[in-house]
Protein backbone atom coordinates (compact mmCIF):
# COMPACT_ATOMS: atom_id res chain seq x y z
CA UNK A 1 0.00 0.00 0.00
CA UNK A 2 1.24 3.17 -1.32
CA UNK A 3 2.58 5.58 2.03
CA UNK A 4 0.74 8.77 0.91
CA UNK A 5 -2.58 6.85 0.97
CA UNK A 6 -4.71 6.96 4.13
CA UNK A 7 -5.34 4.03 6.13
CA UNK A 8 -8.65 2.47 5.33
CA UNK A 9 -9.53 0.86 8.55
CA UNK A 10 -8.19 4.31 10.57
CA UNK A 11 -10.99 6.81 11.15
CA UNK A 12 -10.73 10.33 9.32
CA UNK A 13 -10.22 12.96 12.24
CA UNK A 14 -10.78 17.02 11.20
CA UNK A 15 -9.27 20.13 13.37
CA UNK A 16 -12.35 21.59 14.48
CA UNK A 17 -12.61 25.35 15.17
CA UNK A 18 -13.29 25.60 18.87
CA UNK A 19 -16.86 27.57 19.39
CA UNK A 20 -16.48 30.79 21.09
CA UNK A 21 -18.02 31.51 24.79
CA UNK A 22 -20.69 33.43 24.69
CA UNK A 23 -22.75 35.91 27.31
CA UNK A 24 -26.41 35.43 27.88
CA UNK A 25 -28.17 38.62 29.84
CA UNK A 26 -31.23 38.22 31.98
CA UNK A 27 -34.52 39.83 30.96
CA UNK A 28 -35.58 40.80 34.07
CA UNK A 29 -32.59 42.03 36.29
CA UNK A 30 -29.84 42.45 33.61
CA UNK A 31 -27.98 39.91 35.31
CA UNK A 32 -24.81 38.26 32.65
CA UNK A 33 -24.00 34.64 32.62
CA UNK A 34 -20.83 34.12 30.74
CA UNK A 35 -20.11 30.60 29.67
CA UNK A 36 -16.31 31.43 29.88
CA UNK A 37 -16.25 32.17 33.55
CA UNK A 38 -19.48 29.89 34.55
CA UNK A 39 -21.29 31.04 37.74
CA UNK A 40 -19.59 30.21 41.55
CA UNK A 41 -22.84 30.64 43.11
CA UNK A 42 -25.27 28.23 41.21
CA UNK A 43 -22.34 25.71 41.50
CA UNK A 44 -21.79 25.85 37.09
CA UNK A 45 -18.30 25.33 36.07
CA UNK A 46 -16.28 27.43 33.91
CA UNK A 47 -16.74 26.56 30.17
CA UNK A 48 -20.26 25.26 30.63
CA UNK A 49 -22.35 26.52 27.56
CA UNK A 50 -25.66 28.17 28.15
CA UNK A 51 -27.57 24.64 26.10
CA UNK A 52 -25.40 22.89 28.22
CA UNK A 53 -27.42 24.09 31.79
CA UNK A 54 -29.92 22.43 33.35
CA UNK A 55 -33.71 22.86 31.80
CA UNK A 56 -34.43 23.89 36.12
CA UNK A 57 -31.39 25.95 36.08
CA UNK A 58 -32.13 29.52 37.87
CA UNK A 59 -30.65 33.23 38.05
CA UNK A 60 -28.69 33.71 40.94
CA UNK A 61 -30.11 37.30 41.28
CA UNK A 62 -33.59 36.95 40.38
CA UNK A 63 -34.31 33.24 40.19
CA UNK A 64 -35.82 33.66 36.60
CA UNK A 65 -35.28 30.41 34.50
CA UNK A 66 -33.43 30.31 31.31
CA UNK A 67 -36.19 31.46 28.73
CA UNK A 68 -35.41 34.76 30.15
CA UNK A 69 -32.15 34.97 28.75
CA UNK A 70 -31.05 36.30 25.41
CA UNK A 71 -27.88 36.04 23.88
CA UNK A 72 -25.89 39.54 23.60
CA UNK A 73 -23.11 40.50 21.23
CA UNK A 74 -20.06 40.57 22.48
CA UNK A 75 -18.68 44.18 23.44
CA UNK A 76 -16.67 45.60 20.43
CA UNK A 77 -12.83 45.51 21.22
CA UNK A 78 -11.76 48.83 21.70
CA UNK A 79 -10.02 50.75 19.10
CA UNK A 80 -7.75 52.57 21.73
CA UNK A 81 -4.05 51.01 21.63
CA UNK A 82 -2.10 49.94 24.88
CA UNK A 83 -3.55 47.32 27.42
CA UNK A 84 -6.88 46.10 25.99
CA UNK A 85 -7.87 45.03 29.64
CA UNK A 86 -7.06 48.61 31.62
CA UNK A 87 -10.32 50.63 31.88
CA UNK A 88 -11.07 54.06 32.22
CA UNK A 89 -11.36 53.51 36.23
CA UNK A 90 -8.40 51.16 36.11
CA UNK A 91 -6.58 54.37 34.81
CA UNK A 92 -8.17 56.95 36.97
CA UNK A 93 -7.12 54.77 40.64
CA UNK A 94 -3.83 53.86 39.40
CA UNK A 95 -3.38 57.70 38.23
CA UNK A 96 -4.31 58.36 41.66
CA UNK A 97 -1.90 56.22 43.34
CA UNK A 98 0.85 57.04 41.43
CA UNK A 99 0.29 60.87 42.84
CA UNK A 100 0.60 59.75 46.42
CA UNK A 101 -2.73 59.65 47.19
CA UNK A 102 -4.27 56.47 48.56
CA UNK A 103 -7.11 56.70 50.52
CA UNK A 104 -10.74 56.34 49.47
CA UNK A 105 -13.53 56.55 51.89
CA UNK A 106 -17.43 56.12 50.45
CA UNK A 107 -19.70 53.84 49.97
CA UNK A 108 -20.16 51.57 46.53
CA UNK A 109 -23.23 51.19 44.39
CA UNK A 110 -24.70 50.79 40.87
CA UNK A 111 -23.08 53.69 39.22
CA UNK A 112 -19.47 53.69 40.99
CA UNK A 113 -18.88 49.83 40.37
CA UNK A 114 -16.48 50.00 37.72
CA UNK A 115 -14.49 52.20 40.09
CA UNK A 116 -14.45 50.16 43.41
CA UNK A 117 -13.79 47.43 40.84
CA UNK A 118 -10.94 49.42 40.22
CA UNK A 119 -10.18 50.49 43.83
CA UNK A 120 -10.03 46.97 44.74
CA UNK A 121 -7.66 45.95 42.27
CA UNK A 122 -5.29 48.16 42.96
CA UNK A 123 -2.77 47.61 45.89
CA UNK A 124 -1.67 50.71 46.31
CA UNK A 125 -5.27 52.30 47.20
CA UNK A 126 -7.06 51.69 50.49
CA UNK A 127 -11.11 52.10 50.64
CA UNK A 128 -12.38 52.63 53.92
CA UNK A 129 -16.44 51.77 53.70
CA UNK A 130 -18.41 54.60 55.75
CA UNK A 131 -22.18 54.10 57.01
CA UNK A 132 -23.13 57.64 55.50
CA UNK A 133 -21.33 59.55 52.63
CA UNK A 134 -21.85 62.85 54.46
CA UNK A 135 -19.35 60.95 57.36
CA UNK A 136 -17.14 59.87 53.86
CA UNK A 137 -16.74 63.72 52.69
CA UNK A 138 -15.88 65.09 56.25
CA UNK A 139 -13.71 62.24 56.91
CA UNK A 140 -11.71 63.27 53.73
CA UNK A 141 -12.06 66.87 54.44
CA UNK A 142 -10.36 66.07 58.57
CA UNK A 143 -7.83 63.68 56.36
CA UNK A 144 -5.89 67.00 54.89
CA UNK A 145 -6.31 68.82 58.11
CA UNK A 146 -4.76 66.56 59.78
CA UNK A 147 -2.01 65.15 57.08
CA UNK A 148 -1.68 68.10 54.08
CA UNK A 149 -2.51 65.19 51.82
CA UNK A 150 -5.42 64.76 49.64
CA UNK A 151 -8.08 62.12 50.36
CA UNK A 152 -11.07 61.03 47.80
CA UNK A 153 -14.82 60.56 48.65
CA UNK A 154 -16.66 57.88 46.40
CA UNK A 155 -19.92 57.43 45.68
CA UNK A 156 -23.03 56.83 43.41
CA UNK A 157 -25.07 59.32 41.00
CA UNK A 158 -28.00 60.69 42.73
CA UNK A 159 -28.18 60.47 46.68
CA UNK A 160 -24.78 59.11 47.20
CA UNK A 161 -23.50 62.70 45.59
CA UNK A 162 -26.14 64.41 47.71
CA UNK A 163 -24.81 63.08 50.74
CA UNK A 164 -22.03 64.47 50.15
CA UNK A 165 -22.64 68.18 50.19
CA UNK A 166 -22.07 68.65 53.69
CA UNK A 167 -18.86 67.35 54.52
CA UNK A 168 -17.68 68.57 50.97
CA UNK A 169 -18.71 72.05 51.51
CA UNK A 170 -16.58 72.20 55.09
CA UNK A 171 -13.99 71.36 53.12
CA UNK A 172 -14.52 74.85 50.75
CA UNK A 173 -15.18 76.47 53.68
CA UNK A 174 -12.20 76.00 55.35
CA UNK A 175 -9.82 76.01 51.94
CA UNK A 176 -9.16 72.35 52.05
CA UNK A 177 -8.41 70.33 49.11
CA UNK A 178 -10.12 67.31 48.63
CA UNK A 179 -10.85 64.48 45.64
CA UNK A 180 -15.06 63.74 44.93
CA UNK A 181 -15.27 60.98 42.33
CA UNK A 182 -18.59 60.05 41.59
CA UNK A 183 -20.27 57.37 39.58
CA UNK A 184 -23.03 58.85 37.08
CA UNK A 185 -25.83 57.44 35.33
CA UNK A 186 -25.06 55.89 31.88
CA UNK A 187 -24.90 58.57 29.28
CA UNK A 188 -28.09 57.16 27.63
CA UNK A 189 -30.06 57.45 30.77
CA UNK A 190 -29.06 61.63 31.67
CA UNK A 191 -31.53 63.76 31.65
CA UNK A 192 -35.18 63.78 33.53
CA UNK A 193 -36.71 60.81 34.43
CA UNK A 194 -33.68 58.95 34.65
CA UNK A 195 -33.42 56.34 37.75
CA UNK A 196 -31.02 58.26 40.55
CA UNK A 197 -29.61 60.33 38.33
CA UNK A 198 -29.62 64.61 38.78
CA UNK A 199 -27.71 67.34 36.99
CA UNK A 200 -23.89 66.37 39.45
CA UNK A 201 -22.40 69.43 37.30
CA UNK A 202 -24.69 71.78 38.37
CA UNK A 203 -25.06 70.54 41.72
CA UNK A 204 -21.55 70.58 42.81
CA UNK A 205 -20.84 73.65 41.17
CA UNK A 206 -21.37 76.04 43.80
CA UNK A 207 -19.20 73.73 46.24
CA UNK A 208 -16.00 73.45 44.06
CA UNK A 209 -13.31 74.89 42.23
CA UNK A 210 -13.12 72.41 39.58
CA UNK A 211 -16.04 70.58 38.81
CA UNK A 212 -16.32 68.30 35.24
CA UNK A 213 -17.56 65.44 34.18
CA UNK A 214 -15.64 62.68 31.86
CA UNK A 215 -17.85 61.61 28.43
CA UNK A 216 -14.77 60.88 26.48
CA UNK A 217 -12.15 58.65 27.90
CA UNK A 218 -9.64 60.11 25.90
CA UNK A 219 -10.05 62.90 28.03
CA UNK A 220 -9.69 60.70 31.33
CA UNK A 221 -5.99 61.77 32.41
CA UNK A 222 -6.19 65.54 31.25
CA UNK A 223 -9.36 65.86 33.66
CA UNK A 224 -8.10 64.27 36.65
CA UNK A 225 -4.77 66.10 36.09
CA UNK A 226 -6.59 69.34 35.86
CA UNK A 227 -8.80 68.32 38.95
CA UNK A 228 -5.94 67.71 40.92
CA UNK A 229 -4.31 71.05 40.09
CA UNK A 230 -7.43 72.83 40.96
CA UNK A 231 -7.46 71.36 44.37
CA UNK A 232 -4.05 71.74 45.36
CA UNK A 233 -3.31 75.56 43.86
CA UNK A 234 -7.35 77.00 44.93
CA UNK A 235 -7.13 75.18 48.15
CA UNK A 236 -10.58 73.69 47.65
CA UNK A 237 -12.81 70.59 46.50
CA UNK A 238 -12.65 69.27 43.04
CA UNK A 239 -15.55 66.93 41.77
CA UNK A 240 -15.27 64.36 38.41
CA UNK A 241 -18.26 62.34 37.52
CA UNK A 242 -17.57 59.13 35.47
CA UNK A 243 -20.60 58.10 34.14
CA UNK A 244 -20.99 54.12 34.55
CA UNK A 245 -20.80 52.79 31.28
CA UNK A 246 -17.31 55.40 31.12
CA UNK A 247 -15.99 53.80 33.73
CA UNK A 248 -15.57 50.42 31.79
CA UNK A 249 -14.63 51.26 29.18
CA UNK A 250 -11.29 50.26 27.81
CA UNK A 251 -8.47 52.73 27.82
CA UNK A 252 -4.45 52.90 27.45
CA UNK A 253 -2.87 52.46 30.86
CA UNK A 254 -0.03 55.08 30.16
CA UNK A 255 0.17 56.65 33.48
CA UNK A 256 1.73 60.82 33.81
CA UNK A 257 3.42 62.65 35.72
CA UNK A 258 2.03 65.76 38.10
CA UNK A 259 5.48 66.99 37.63
CA UNK A 260 5.53 70.75 35.93
CA UNK A 261 1.03 71.22 37.19
CA UNK A 262 1.72 72.35 40.12
CA UNK A 263 3.14 75.65 40.53
CA UNK A 264 5.30 76.79 43.96
CA UNK A 265 2.86 78.38 46.48
CA UNK A 266 6.09 79.52 48.16
CA UNK A 267 4.74 83.35 47.29
CA UNK A 268 7.05 86.05 47.85
CA UNK A 269 5.59 89.80 47.89
CA UNK A 270 8.10 92.44 46.10
CA UNK A 271 11.03 94.24 47.76
CA UNK A 272 9.01 97.40 47.97
CA UNK A 273 6.43 95.90 49.97
CA UNK A 274 8.54 94.23 52.47
CA UNK A 275 10.59 97.05 53.09
CA UNK A 276 7.21 99.36 53.93
CA UNK A 277 6.44 95.98 56.34
CA UNK A 278 9.43 96.77 58.09
CA UNK A 279 9.13 100.51 58.60
CA UNK A 280 5.65 99.94 59.88
CA UNK A 281 7.06 97.10 62.19
CA UNK A 282 9.99 99.77 63.36
CA UNK A 283 7.50 102.14 64.07
CA UNK A 284 5.19 100.51 66.13
CA UNK A 285 5.57 100.49 69.80
CA UNK A 286 3.28 98.64 71.14
CA UNK A 287 2.72 95.83 68.43
CA UNK A 288 1.09 92.30 69.02
CA UNK A 289 0.64 89.21 66.56
CA UNK A 290 -2.54 87.09 65.55
CA UNK A 291 -1.60 84.34 63.93
CA UNK A 292 -3.93 82.37 61.75
CA UNK A 293 -4.59 79.28 60.30
CA UNK A 294 -2.50 80.46 57.22
CA UNK A 295 0.87 80.60 59.87
CA UNK A 296 0.04 76.80 61.53
CA UNK A 297 3.42 75.60 59.42
CA UNK A 298 5.88 78.24 60.59
CA UNK A 299 5.78 78.17 64.43
CA UNK A 300 9.80 78.40 64.56
CA UNK A 301 9.54 81.50 62.51
CA UNK A 302 6.79 82.93 64.30
CA UNK A 303 8.36 82.39 67.55
CA UNK A 304 11.67 84.00 65.87
CA UNK A 305 9.37 87.16 64.48
CA UNK A 306 7.89 87.44 67.94
CA UNK A 307 11.55 87.97 69.41
CA UNK A 308 12.77 90.27 66.84
CA UNK A 309 10.03 92.90 66.98
CA UNK A 310 8.96 91.68 71.20
CA UNK A 311 5.89 91.09 70.18
CA UNK A 312 3.31 89.17 72.15
CA UNK A 313 1.18 86.16 70.32
CA UNK A 314 -2.24 85.58 69.78
CA UNK A 315 -3.64 83.01 67.80
CA UNK A 316 -7.69 82.21 65.88
CA UNK A 317 -9.18 78.88 67.17
CA UNK A 318 -8.10 76.69 63.98
CA UNK A 319 -4.87 78.08 64.91
CA UNK A 320 -5.05 76.68 68.38
CA UNK A 321 -1.59 74.93 69.08
CA UNK A 322 0.52 76.65 66.44
CA UNK A 323 2.55 77.27 69.93
CA UNK A 324 1.67 75.41 73.42
CA UNK A 325 0.12 76.66 76.22
CA UNK A 326 2.66 78.24 78.38
CA UNK A 327 4.71 79.31 75.69
CA UNK A 328 6.47 82.66 77.01
CA UNK A 329 5.20 84.14 74.12
CA UNK A 330 1.88 83.03 73.01
CA UNK A 331 -1.24 84.74 75.20
CA UNK A 332 -3.98 82.37 74.02
CA UNK A 333 -7.09 82.71 71.37
CA UNK A 334 -8.91 85.74 70.38
CA UNK A 335 -12.14 85.57 69.89
CA UNK A 336 -15.41 84.61 71.59
CA UNK A 337 -13.39 81.59 72.97
CA UNK A 338 -10.60 83.88 74.11
CA UNK A 339 -9.71 85.79 77.16
CA UNK A 340 -11.29 89.69 78.10
CA UNK A 341 -7.47 90.21 78.54
CA UNK A 342 -6.36 89.22 74.86
CA UNK A 343 -8.97 91.34 73.93
CA UNK A 344 -7.86 93.99 75.63
CA UNK A 345 -4.38 93.27 74.29
CA UNK A 346 -5.36 93.52 70.84
CA UNK A 347 -7.71 96.58 71.50
CA UNK A 348 -4.38 98.60 73.10
CA UNK A 349 -2.19 97.77 70.01
CA UNK A 350 -0.74 100.27 68.23
CA UNK A 351 0.02 97.40 65.12
CA UNK A 352 -1.86 94.11 64.74
CA UNK A 353 0.00 92.28 62.35
CA UNK A 354 -2.61 89.25 60.90
CA UNK A 355 -0.35 86.04 59.63
CA UNK A 356 -2.57 84.22 57.68
CA UNK A 357 -6.29 85.05 59.23
CA UNK A 358 -9.55 84.44 57.64
CA UNK A 359 -11.08 87.17 59.98
CA UNK A 360 -14.29 85.02 61.01
CA UNK A 361 -16.85 86.92 62.69
CA UNK A 362 -15.79 84.37 65.85
CA UNK A 363 -12.70 85.87 65.78
CA UNK A 364 -13.89 89.64 65.86
CA UNK A 365 -10.52 91.52 64.54
CA UNK A 366 -10.87 94.53 65.44
CA UNK A 367 -10.48 96.78 62.00
CA UNK A 368 -10.28 100.39 63.34
CA UNK A 369 -6.47 99.71 64.38
CA UNK A 370 -3.49 99.61 62.03
CA UNK A 371 -2.89 96.41 60.42
CA UNK A 372 -0.21 94.39 58.45
CA UNK A 373 -1.96 91.79 56.70
CA UNK A 374 -0.17 88.87 55.45
CA UNK A 375 -1.74 86.36 53.43
CA UNK A 376 -1.11 83.93 50.27
CA UNK A 377 -5.12 84.64 49.10
CA UNK A 378 -5.55 87.78 47.72
CA UNK A 379 -8.69 88.47 48.47
CA UNK A 380 -8.85 87.88 51.74
CA UNK A 381 -6.26 91.11 52.20
CA UNK A 382 -7.43 94.40 52.78
CA UNK A 383 -9.34 94.18 56.23
CA UNK A 384 -9.55 97.69 57.82
CA UNK A 385 -8.81 100.94 56.35
CA UNK A 386 -5.64 101.83 57.48
CA UNK A 387 -3.79 98.19 56.23
CA UNK A 388 -1.09 97.04 54.44
CA UNK A 389 -1.89 94.15 52.58
CA UNK A 390 1.24 91.61 51.76
CA UNK A 391 0.13 89.20 49.46
CA UNK A 392 2.84 86.46 50.22
CA UNK A 393 3.10 83.10 51.89
CA UNK A 394 3.57 83.81 55.57
CA UNK A 395 7.12 81.66 56.28
CA UNK A 396 8.33 83.35 53.50
CA UNK A 397 7.51 86.87 54.27
CA UNK A 398 8.58 86.54 58.29
CA UNK A 399 11.82 84.84 57.08
CA UNK A 400 12.67 88.03 54.86
CA UNK A 401 11.50 90.62 57.48
CA UNK A 402 13.59 89.10 60.51
CA UNK A 403 16.85 90.57 59.26
CA UNK A 404 15.60 93.56 58.35
CA UNK A 405 13.40 94.96 60.79
CA UNK A 406 14.90 97.02 63.90
CA UNK A 407 16.26 95.04 66.80
CA UNK A 408 14.69 96.01 70.22
CA UNK A 409 16.04 96.59 73.53
CA UNK A 410 15.15 94.48 76.59
CA UNK A 411 12.06 93.04 75.70
CA UNK A 412 8.92 93.44 76.97
CA UNK A 413 6.22 90.88 75.58
CA UNK A 414 7.36 87.77 78.20
CA UNK A 415 6.29 89.69 81.41
CA UNK A 416 3.02 91.20 79.24
CA UNK A 417 2.30 87.51 78.26
CA UNK A 418 3.07 86.06 81.51
CA UNK A 419 1.08 88.31 83.39
CA UNK A 420 -2.02 87.96 81.30
CA UNK A 421 -1.61 84.10 81.59
CA UNK A 422 -1.40 83.76 84.75
CA UNK A 423 -4.75 85.68 85.62
CA UNK A 424 -6.60 83.78 82.79
CA UNK A 425 -5.13 80.63 84.12
CA UNK A 426 -6.56 81.21 87.37
CA UNK A 427 -10.04 81.98 86.73
CA UNK A 428 -10.04 78.79 84.60
CA UNK A 429 -8.47 77.05 87.74
CA UNK A 430 -11.13 78.47 89.71
CA UNK A 431 -14.10 77.40 87.37
CA UNK A 432 -13.12 73.68 87.10
CA UNK A 433 -15.30 72.85 90.39
CA UNK A 434 -14.19 69.08 91.24
CA UNK A 435 -17.22 68.46 93.06
CA UNK A 436 -20.08 69.98 91.40
CA UNK A 437 -22.90 67.33 89.19
CA UNK A 438 -23.23 66.88 87.13
CA UNK A 439 -19.81 67.49 86.25
CA UNK A 440 -18.87 71.01 85.19
CA UNK A 441 -17.41 71.27 81.48
CA UNK A 442 -14.61 73.01 82.95
CA UNK A 443 -13.05 70.69 85.14
CA UNK A 444 -13.95 67.88 81.71
CA UNK A 445 -11.03 69.85 79.98
CA UNK A 446 -9.13 70.52 83.21
CA UNK A 447 -8.79 66.48 83.39
CA UNK A 448 -8.64 65.95 79.69
CA UNK A 449 -5.25 68.27 79.50
CA UNK A 450 -3.60 66.34 81.49
CA UNK A 451 -4.69 62.84 80.58
CA UNK A 452 -4.83 63.46 76.85
CA UNK A 453 -1.02 62.37 76.02
CA UNK A 454 1.14 65.28 74.53
CA UNK A 455 1.40 63.87 70.74
CA UNK A 456 -2.20 62.66 70.55
CA UNK A 457 -4.71 63.78 67.92
CA UNK A 458 -7.65 65.66 68.77
CA UNK A 459 -10.75 65.60 66.59
CA UNK A 460 -13.64 68.07 68.13
CA UNK A 461 -17.26 68.62 67.19
CA UNK A 462 -19.21 71.58 66.91
CA UNK A 463 -21.71 72.87 69.57
CA UNK A 464 -20.62 73.15 73.79
CA UNK A 465 -18.29 70.28 73.37
CA UNK A 466 -16.33 73.04 71.36
CA UNK A 467 -16.67 76.05 73.02
CA UNK A 468 -15.28 74.72 76.20
CA UNK A 469 -12.33 73.21 74.14
CA UNK A 470 -11.42 76.26 72.50
CA UNK A 471 -11.83 78.43 76.00
CA UNK A 472 -10.24 75.45 78.64
CA UNK A 473 -8.23 73.14 77.28
CA UNK A 474 -4.71 73.26 77.63
CA UNK A 475 -2.60 72.11 74.70
CA UNK A 476 0.60 71.28 74.35
CA UNK A 477 1.92 69.19 71.14
CA UNK A 478 -1.38 67.73 70.60
CA UNK A 479 -2.53 68.76 66.85
CA UNK A 480 -6.66 69.19 66.83
CA UNK A 481 -8.73 69.15 63.72
CA UNK A 482 -12.41 71.05 63.45
CA UNK A 483 -15.47 72.32 61.07
CA UNK A 484 -14.25 75.92 61.11
CA UNK A 485 -16.15 78.27 59.04
CA UNK A 486 -18.75 75.79 58.21
CA UNK A 487 -19.12 74.69 61.78
CA UNK A 488 -21.20 71.66 61.07
CA UNK A 489 -22.46 69.37 64.19
CA UNK A 490 -21.51 65.76 63.17
CA UNK A 491 -17.51 66.65 62.49
CA UNK A 492 -15.85 64.86 65.69
CA UNK A 493 -16.31 61.34 64.93
CA UNK A 494 -15.16 61.43 60.86
CA UNK A 495 -12.71 63.48 61.27
CA UNK A 496 -11.02 61.09 64.67
CA UNK A 497 -11.84 58.17 62.14
CA UNK A 498 -9.56 59.71 59.34
CA UNK A 499 -6.61 60.86 62.02
CA UNK A 500 -5.85 57.38 63.10
CA UNK A 501 -6.52 56.09 59.91
CA UNK A 502 -3.62 58.61 58.80
CA UNK A 503 -1.71 58.19 62.07
CA UNK A 504 -2.70 54.39 63.26
CA UNK A 505 0.51 54.53 65.97
CA UNK A 506 -0.89 57.59 67.62
CA UNK A 507 -3.22 58.17 70.42
CA UNK A 508 -6.61 59.57 68.72
CA UNK A 509 -9.65 61.22 70.69
CA UNK A 510 -13.08 62.38 69.95
CA UNK A 511 -14.10 65.25 72.22
CA UNK A 512 -17.96 65.73 71.06
CA UNK A 513 -21.56 66.70 72.64
CA UNK A 514 -24.55 64.53 72.50
CA UNK A 515 -26.17 66.44 69.69
CA UNK A 516 -23.04 66.12 67.47
CA UNK A 517 -22.27 62.60 68.30
CA UNK A 518 -25.99 61.11 67.10
CA UNK A 519 -25.67 63.00 63.86
CA UNK A 520 -22.76 60.55 63.09
CA UNK A 521 -23.02 58.01 65.31
CA UNK A 522 -23.83 55.09 62.68
CA UNK A 523 -20.07 55.12 61.76
CA UNK A 524 -18.74 54.46 65.27
CA UNK A 525 -18.99 50.47 63.51
CA UNK A 526 -17.29 51.67 61.15
CA UNK A 527 -13.89 52.46 63.59
CA UNK A 528 -14.54 49.09 65.40
CA UNK A 529 -14.99 47.25 61.93
CA UNK A 530 -11.28 48.58 60.62
CA UNK A 531 -9.99 48.22 64.25
CA UNK A 532 -9.57 51.98 64.73
CA UNK A 533 -8.76 52.35 68.28
CA UNK A 534 -9.82 55.67 69.19
CA UNK A 535 -11.37 57.63 72.61
CA UNK A 536 -14.62 59.24 72.14
CA UNK A 537 -15.62 61.68 75.03
CA UNK A 538 -19.21 62.33 74.56
CA UNK A 539 -20.07 65.82 76.58
CA UNK A 540 -23.93 64.29 77.55
CA UNK A 541 -25.75 67.07 78.60
CA UNK A 542 -28.74 66.29 77.12
CA UNK A 543 -29.33 69.32 75.62
CA UNK A 544 -28.65 71.28 72.09
CA UNK A 545 -26.56 73.32 74.30
CA UNK A 546 -24.89 75.69 72.17
CA UNK A 547 -28.40 76.57 70.54
CA UNK A 548 -30.03 76.89 73.87
CA UNK A 549 -27.47 79.55 74.63
CA UNK A 550 -27.71 81.61 71.39
CA UNK A 551 -31.90 81.77 72.50
CA UNK A 552 -30.39 82.95 75.57
CA UNK A 553 -27.99 85.52 74.09
CA UNK A 554 -31.08 87.44 71.82
CA UNK A 555 -33.83 87.07 74.65
CA UNK A 556 -35.70 83.93 73.36
CA UNK A 557 -37.68 81.08 75.60
CA UNK A 558 -35.65 78.26 75.61
CA UNK A 559 -37.37 75.93 73.18
CA UNK A 560 -36.69 72.84 71.39
CA UNK A 561 -33.22 72.00 72.71
CA UNK A 562 -33.47 69.16 74.81
CA UNK A 563 -32.41 65.54 73.95
CA UNK A 564 -33.62 61.96 74.38
CA UNK A 565 -30.54 60.13 74.20
CA UNK A 566 -29.59 56.29 73.76
CA UNK A 567 -27.47 54.94 76.18
CA UNK A 568 -23.70 55.89 74.00
CA UNK A 569 -21.83 53.55 76.05
CA UNK A 570 -24.53 50.27 75.31
CA UNK A 571 -24.58 51.56 71.90
CA UNK A 572 -20.62 51.14 71.92
CA UNK A 573 -20.63 47.81 72.98
CA UNK A 574 -23.38 46.72 70.58
CA UNK A 575 -21.50 48.09 67.80
CA UNK A 576 -18.08 45.87 69.22
CA UNK A 577 -16.36 48.63 70.95
CA UNK A 578 -16.40 49.55 74.51
CA UNK A 579 -18.38 51.70 76.54
CA UNK A 580 -18.25 53.14 80.36
CA UNK A 581 -20.41 55.98 82.13
CA UNK A 582 -18.96 58.50 84.38
CA UNK A 583 -21.15 60.61 87.12
CA UNK A 584 -18.16 61.53 89.74
CA UNK A 585 -16.02 64.02 88.89
CA UNK A 586 -13.16 61.47 90.28
CA UNK A 587 -14.24 58.69 88.29
CA UNK A 588 -13.48 61.03 84.65
CA UNK A 589 -9.57 60.70 84.78
CA UNK A 590 -9.43 56.78 85.63
CA UNK A 591 -12.02 56.34 83.01
CA UNK A 592 -10.14 58.09 80.15
CA UNK A 593 -6.73 56.05 81.24
CA UNK A 594 -8.97 52.92 81.04
CA UNK A 595 -9.45 53.60 77.40
CA UNK A 596 -6.41 54.27 76.52
CA UNK A 597 -5.27 50.98 77.45
CA UNK A 598 -8.19 49.34 75.29
CA UNK A 599 -7.06 48.12 71.80
CA UNK A 600 -10.43 49.30 70.29
CA UNK A 601 -12.77 51.97 70.06
CA UNK A 602 -14.17 53.26 73.28
CA UNK A 603 -17.39 55.77 74.46
CA UNK A 604 -16.86 57.74 77.45
CA UNK A 605 -20.41 58.82 77.86
CA UNK A 606 -19.86 61.82 80.35
CA UNK A 607 -22.94 63.04 82.44
CA UNK A 608 -22.33 67.22 82.34
CA UNK A 609 -23.85 70.06 83.03
CA UNK A 610 -25.72 72.14 80.32
CA UNK A 611 -24.90 75.50 81.55
CA UNK A 612 -22.16 77.80 81.29
CA UNK A 613 -21.74 79.58 84.74
CA UNK A 614 -24.50 79.27 86.59
CA UNK A 615 -25.25 75.74 88.19
CA UNK A 616 -28.44 73.99 87.93
CA UNK A 617 -30.72 73.94 90.68
CA UNK A 618 -31.64 70.38 91.89
CA UNK A 619 -35.21 70.31 90.68
CA UNK A 620 -33.67 71.40 86.92
CA UNK A 621 -31.64 68.27 86.52
CA UNK A 622 -33.28 66.23 84.17
CA UNK A 623 -34.33 62.87 85.49
CA UNK A 624 -32.22 61.42 82.73
CA UNK A 625 -28.73 63.15 83.91
CA UNK A 626 -29.59 61.92 87.97
Not at 144 to 164: D, M, S
Not at 510 to 516: L, P
Not at 548 to 568: C, G, H, I, M
Request: hydrophobic share 40%; with cysteine; proline share 6%.
Amino acid sequence: MPQNLPDPLKPITRARKKEPYHSWRCAICSYIYREETGEEQTHTAPGTRFEDLPEDWKCPICNAGKSSFARIEEEKVSETKGDKKTTVSDVLIRQLTSFGIHEFFGIPGTSSLGIIEAIRKNKDARFTLFRHEENAALAASAYHKFTGKIAVCVTIAGPGATNLATGLYDAKEDKTPVLSLNGQVSMQYAGPGGFQEIDQDAFFRPITVYNNTIYDRKMTQKILILALQHAIVRSGVAQISVPNDVQKQQLDGKVYSLQGSIPSLKIVPDSDTLSRAAAMLDMAENPVILAGWGAFSYADILSSFSKAIDAPILSTFRAKGILPDGHPQYVGILGSVGSPQARELVEQADLLITLGVGFSKKTMVPEQVQILQIDREPLMLGKGDKTLPVYGDVGEVLSRLIPIVRQRGRPNSPRRVKEIVESWDAQLEKEADPNAKPIRPPYIMKVLSEVIPDDALISIDIGENAWWFGRNFKMKKQRFAMSGYLATMGFGLPGAIAAKLAYPESQVFCITGDGGFAMAMADFVTAVKYNLPMVVVVLNNHQLGMIRVEQKVENYENFATDLKNPDFAMYAKACGGEGKHVFEPDDLGRAVRWAMQLNKPVIIDVNTDPNRFSPLKKQEIHEETV
